[in-house]
């Protein structure tokens, strides 16, 4: 448990650090690019979007307006209920996640993967599934 614990803590720290670095771009950025690039219109509600990236939704209000203020996603009003907002990916968005990409997954490879030498990933992404349902 305190490995586990340790790695919780250390882990975000790091594949941040190396985002800033290589693509001055934050972790959270990238989260919020990357949740509205894998949903079919590239939109998610405010709200959903803040829950996915585990912030509070006055954080993602201002994460959000950070984004916009570079073109990387626009904020429009939610037809289905006019009092929220969806945030939108943006074609420039997109290509910026593109480009954050490699730096994302090299550091992933390097922090995470590279240490797991002979272990089964699907057994090992299934447990990690089913203990996020239980939760």
């Not at 001055?24 to 803040?50: F, G, K, N, W």
């Not at 950070?66 to 073109?71: A, P, Q, R, V």
């Not at 995470?112 to 089964?120: A, N, Q, S």
Request: charged residues 25%; hydrophobic residues 45%.
């Amino acid at each position: 448990m305190r490995a586990l614990g340790r790695f919780l803590l250390v882990m975000p720290r790091a594949l941040d650090a190396d985002l800033t670095r290589e693509q001055r771009m934050s972790a959270s950025e990238y989260s919020v690019l990357r949740h509205l690039s894998e949903t079919p219109d590239q939109q998610m509600r405010m709200s959903e979007l803040a829950a996915a990236c585990d912030m509070s939704l006055s954080g993602m209000t201002r994460l959000a307006a950070k984004l916009e203020s570079l073109g990387y996603l626009e904020r429009i009003r939610c037809v289905q209920d006019a009092r929220g907002a969806n945030a939108v990916l943006t074609g420039r968005g997109l290509d910026r996640l593109r480009e954050a990409w490699p730096t994302h997954l090299a550091s992933v490879r390097r922090h995470i993967f590279d240490h797991l030498g002979g272990l089964d990933l699907d057994r090992l992404a299934a447990a990690f599934s089913a203990m996020a349902t239980e939760s």
